[in-house]
Structure formats: C-alpha cells, structure tokens
C-alpha cells in the first residue's frame, strides 16, 4: 500500500487553483482517488496540520483572497494521524537525521510522520522538500506547477 503525509502547503494547494483553474495538490488528490495511482493508498493529515490551515485561511480571508473555509478531506482512504506522546517516542532518533537536523516545528513533524510510515512527504514547501529528501520519498508538487508532472514517478 502506498502512504502520502500531506503537509500544510498541500492541503491548503487543494484549495487553490491558478487563473486556469488547475492546482497541482488539488490534480493529485483527484488522481488518487479515480485510481490513476494504480493500487490502495492511504492519504495521511497529521492532526497538526487541521490548526495550520484554519490559520493559513483565516490570514487569506484578512487579506481579502478568497479561499474556501471548510472542505473535506476524510474519506476511507485517510487517517488523521496523531501528533502526541507515540509519535515523539517513535522519533527520538529521527531529529538529527541529516536534513532532518534542518528542520523547523511542522516540517519536522510531517517528515517524521512520512519516515516512520515509510510514506512520500506531499508537499509544496520547497525548502522542506529539499531537506527531507535526503531521508524520505518526497513529491514536491512545485515540479507540477503547470501539468501533472508527479504523474512519471508512478508509470
């Protein structure tokens, strides 16, 4: 079975399309659930991750962008994944991994969260792409800004 950790940034790209309409987050999500990715997967939101976009809404709808407020991700083909005292013991030995040593708050938990269930990182922050990237699989959808380049790491 395929897992995919969906950090901040790509959650929230769900949510967000271009001027035509197209979002790499959004396109990917999709793919997975009409079954391009062929096989089960798991889609993984780390608890953390539901107060960081009600933040990063929030500052959008300060600033006048429009931004959907609620949307649904949840289905049977994800999880909320806890962020407690289970996972800090399962990573005690994760933080000093080279990249990972690099980090900052989520990102470290997100990649954590992906080395421990041998996961791909989902995300749209490049710099926790390039660091994380030395221990775990990551799509940075920055590489499917325009088309669905992610698609060539599952044909």
């Not at 790209?13 to 979002?23: F, H, L, M, Q, R």
């Not at 909320?80 to 005690?92: A, F, P, T």
Request: aromatic share 12%; proline share 3%; hydrophobic share 40%.
């Amino acid at each position: 079975m395929r897992k995919f950790v969906w950090d901040t940034s790509a959650i929230v790209n769900i949510k967000e399309p271009n001027s035509d309409g197209y979002s790499p987050a959004h396109s990917f999500y999709k793919d997975l659930n009409d079954g391009w990715v062929e096989g089960e997967y798991l889609n993984i939101f780390p608890a953390l991750a539901v107060f960081e976009v009600e933040a990063t809404v929030s500052k959008k709808h300060r600033n006048r962008q429009p931004i959907l407020r609620e949307f649904y991700l949840m289905g049977e083909n994800a999880i909320l994944y806890d962020v407690g005292r289970e996972l800090i013991s399962k990573c005690v030995d994760l933080f000093t991994l080279d990249g990972f040593d690099t980090l900052q708050g989520a990102d470290l938990v997100f990649a954590c969260i992906a080395y421990i269930e041998d996961a791909y990182l989902i995300t749209m922050d490049r710099k926790l792409a390039m660091h994380a990237s030395k221990q775990i699989k990551v799509i940075d959808l920055n590489e499917s800004i325009d088309s669905e380049n992610y698609r060539s790491l599952f044909e």
